[in-house]
């Protein structure tokens, strides 16, 4: 079973995703707090992490910065996940995400599809 690491300040919609992750199969591993998702991957070496950008303590961008110049995790696919538009997709994908996912898309009352497609690609 695959493993997600999801880092998101928001409870809603970090349960709601957490709820469809594994819904699809996926074995999830949560936080609300940027310092904590460092660990986390470093512990749990996730086959995939979605990170929030507007964290506590420390923000998602310097979460992506870090997780990508650790030799530990430098190779797991980081999916944004952003209430920003997306026309910061192209300095976050510079700074070494594998993909960006806009919240404003993202139905989880109904179909989370979209969301899983972006995440299966990122692994793939």
């Known amino acids: 079973m695959k493993m ?4 998101e300040d928001s409870k809603f919609l970090r349960l709601a995703s957490e709820r469809a ?3 699809a199969g996926y074995a999830v591993v949560s936080t609300d707090d940027g310092q904590k998702a460092l660990q986390l991957a470093q512990e ?3 086959d995939a992490i979605l990170l929030d950008m507007l964290l506590p303590n420390i923000g998602g961008d310097q979460v992506l910065r870090l997780l990508k110049n650790d030799p530990i995790t430098a ?3 980081v999916v944004v996940l952003s209430s920003l538009s997306q026309r910061n997709e192209g300095r976050l994908k510079q700074d070494g995400a594998a993909a960006y996912f806009e919240k404003s898309k993202l139905n989880l009352e109904s179909d989370c599809s979209a969301l899983l497609k972006v995440v299966d690609a990122a692994m793939n």
């Open 75 to 77: 190779q797991i696919p």
């Open 4 to 7: 997600i690491l999801l880092v």
């Open 21 to 23: 992750l594994k819904k």
């Open 44 to 46: 749990s070496l996730p």
